[in-house]
Structures are given as C-alpha cells and as structure tokens.
C-alpha cells in the first residue's frame, strides 16, 4: 500500500517562499506537484518524469522548484516569488511501481495574500 505525506503550506505574502515536502512509502514511480485552485480544474505544477527530467507548468517556470530524495522517498517544491494567483490546494502525486494505479496526497493548502 502507497501512502503519501504531504507538508509545508500555509499563509505567505506576495514575493514571499515556502517549502513543500511529500513523504512517500512503498514500490512508487516518479512523484511530482499538481494544484487545484477554487472553481478550477486540477493542473500540472511540477513533476519527475520517468526519464529523471523535470517538467513544470508554464505559470510557475523560472519560480518554483521541484527536487527530491530517493533514500527518502521524498519530494519537495521549492516556491518562490510566490503570487497570489498560486493560492491552492497543491497534492502530491505518484503511482505504483507495479500496478500503475495512481495515488495522491491529502493536498496541503498554500494561500498567498497580503
């Protein structure tokens, strides 16, 4: 069984950082970042690839960075210059390494205000 710890979020000014981590445990394959703002679908905000590469949705391309550690089984997002358009609920996302089903974290809230 795949379960996925996500941390991190909170209340940040505009221009402001924050770290999101995702611990995950069991046979996984690449993990990555997606959000959901309110009213709107679910989109891409960084990810591994099977290849190792890193893939990063266009809004967030030069400001955030996703990084991990294999021995831990962990993804982290670095998020700078934040704005507050990036106000989310941002999950973790992986699937099994055998039986491909996908699985998400608990989502985590990141709200960017003044």
């Known amino acids: 069984q795949v379960r996925m710890v996500e941390s991190g979020g909170g209340l940040v000014q505009p221009g402001g950082s924050l770290r999101l981590s995702c611990a995950a445990s069991?046979?996984?394959?690449?993990m990555g970042w997606y959000r959901q703002a309110p009213g709107k679908q679910r989109e891409l905000v960084a990810t591994?690839?099977?290849?190792?590469?890193?893939d990063y949705g266009d809004s967030v391309k030069g400001r955030f960075t996703i990084s991990r550690d294999n021995a831990k089984n962990t993804v982290y997002l670095q998020m700078n210059s934040l704005k507050p358009e990036d106000t989310a609920v941002y999950y973790c996302?992986?699937?099994?390494?055998?039986?491909?089903?996908?699985?998400w974290g608990q989502g985590t809230q990141v709200t960017v205000s003044s």
């Open positions: 996302k992986t699937t099994g390494r055998f039986s491909g089903t996908v699985y």
């Open positions: 069991g046979n996984i394959n690449a």
């Open positions: 591994f690839t099977s290849t190792g590469s890193t």
